[in-house]
């Protein structure tokens, strides 16, 4: 079955090459999250031409092409406009099996959820902007944003892999909750086992967050339950928007193992067990 995303947003790096890099791994994290395996993907680029140089938009093409290089695929054409603010994105396509593809509705009670990205890219982007982001902080962001999802095409092959998402906007609480609601499920997240970019607690603590952070939790409140004993920046954190987040799997629990096993295989060694699903009211519970 032939499957075609479409994703592209503004920049939240001041690099150009890194910006370019990161929406075109964030456009072909879809394909990947349904199972696919991209063959070719089109550019999406708008641009203020008579206000940004010709340099620093080649560099932005140059950036998304090399990470379509390291996907394997070509970029087979795309479509250009000039617009006041710099947006650059892909339309890509990719192939599944129609027996394998994955949804993000179809878990089983009993499911493990697995989360295959260290979380905090958004505290970091804010902490960026701020100019309060350290060199290696901002080169792990860069490492996590930019690292293709790619153990998406090896899990569709496995049978105990029954749903799945990448966690992108809406945060690792509203992805979870989409997973929830298209199963009727409720899910058990254990907040101590999320894993965290480098430094992203402390800069939460610090007060760095972004809007929607804000915006997704009044999203998320009313299905959600949080244990009182969490600290008050747990709300932020797990509604923190990621760009080119991770995987988000609903597994059966005797193939968690073989999973965190593929993920590790493929680069992703921050990947882990982050709680569970069980039958009851759609919605969460962090504890």
Same mark, same amino acid.
């Given at each position: 079955?032939?499957?075609?995303?479409?994703?592209?947003?503004?920049?939240?790096?001041?690099?150009?090459?890194?910006?370019?890099?990161?929406?075109?791994?964030?456009?072909?994290?879809?394909?990947?999250?349904?199972?696919?395996?991209?063959?070719?993907?089109?550019?999406?680029?708008?641009?203020?031409?008579?206000?940004?140089?010709?340099?620093?938009?080649?560099?932005i093409l140059e950036g998304g092409a090399s990470v379509c290089a390291a996907a394997g695929i070509p970029i087979a054409g795309g479509h250009s406009i000039d617009s006041v603010e710099p947006i650059y994105g892909l339309a890509a396509m990719g192939i599944?099996?129609?027996?394998?593809?994955?949804?993000?509705?179809?878990?089983?009670?009993?499911?493990?959820?697995?989360?295959?990205?260290?979380?905090?890219?958004?505290?970091?982007?804010?902490?960026?902007?701020?100019?309060?982001?350290?060199?290696?902080?901002?080169?792990?962001?860069?490492?996590?944003?930019?690292?293709?999802?790619?153990?998406?095409?090896?899990?569709?092959?496995?049978?105990?892999?029954?749903?799945?998402?990448?966690?992108?906007?809406?945060?690792?609480?509203?992805?979870?909750?989409?997973?929830?609601?298209?199963?009727?499920?409720?899910?058990?997240?254990?907040?101590?086992?999320?894993?965290?970019?480098?430094?992203?607690?402390?800069?939460?603590?610090?007060?760095?967050?972004?809007?929607?952070?804000?915006?997704?939790?009044?999203?998320?409140?009313?299905?959600?339950?949080?244990?009182?004993?969490?600290?008050? @920046?747990? =709300?932020?954190?797990?509604?923190?928007?990621?760009?080119?987040? /991770?995987? &988000?799997? %609903?597994? +059966? $629990?005797? !193939?968690?193992?073989?999973?965190?096993? @593929?993920? =590790?295989?493929?680069?992703?060694?921050?990947?882990?067990?982050? /709680?569970? &699903?069980? %039958?009851? +009211? $759609?919605? !969460?519970?962090?504890?």
């Amino acid at each position: 079955a032939l499957i075609a995303t479409t994703d592209f947003f503004m920049p939240i790096v001041d690099d150009p090459y890194d910006f370019g890099r990161i929406a075109a791994t964030n456009a072909l994290s879809d394909i990947y999250a349904m199972g696919g395996r991209p063959i070719l993907a089109l550019a999406l680029v708008g641009m203020p031409i008579n206000v940004l140089p010709h340099e620093t938009i080649a560099r932005i093409l140059e950036g998304g092409a090399s990470v379509c290089a390291a996907a394997g695929i070509p970029i087979a054409g795309g479509h250009s406009i000039d617009s006041v603010e710099p947006i650059y994105g892909l339309a890509a396509m990719g192939i599944a099996h129609p027996a394998r593809i994955k949804r993000n509705d179809a878990a089983r009670a009993g499911d493990v959820l697995i989360l295959g990205k260290p979380l905090g890219v958004g505290i970091l982007s804010a902490a960026l902007k701020q100019d309060r982001l350290d060199a290696a902080g901002y080169q792990a962001m860069i490492d996590a944003t930019t690292r293709l999802n790619t153990p998406g095409t090896a899990l569709a092959d496995l049978p105990g892999v029954h749903a799945m998402t990448d966690v992108t906007g809406f945060g690792l609480l509203g992805h979870t909750l989409e997973l929830c609601r298209g199963a009727g499920l409720h899910a058990h997240l254990h907040y101590a086992d999320l894993p965290w970019l480098p430094g992203v607690p402390a800069l939460a603590e610090a007060g760095i967050r972004t809007g929607a952070s804000g915006r997704n939790w009044r999203a998320c409140q009313d299905a959600t339950a949080l244990d009182p004993g969490l600290p008050e @920046l747990a =709300r932020t954190l797990l509604c923190d928007p990621q760009t080119s987040g /991770g995987l &988000l799997v %609903a597994c +059966a $629990a005797d !193939a968690a193992d073989e999973i965190l096993a @593929l993920f =590790r295989e493929a680069g992703f060694g921050e990947a882990a067990a982050i /709680g569970h &699903l069980a %039958a009851g +009211a $759609a919605g !969460a519970s962090i504890a």
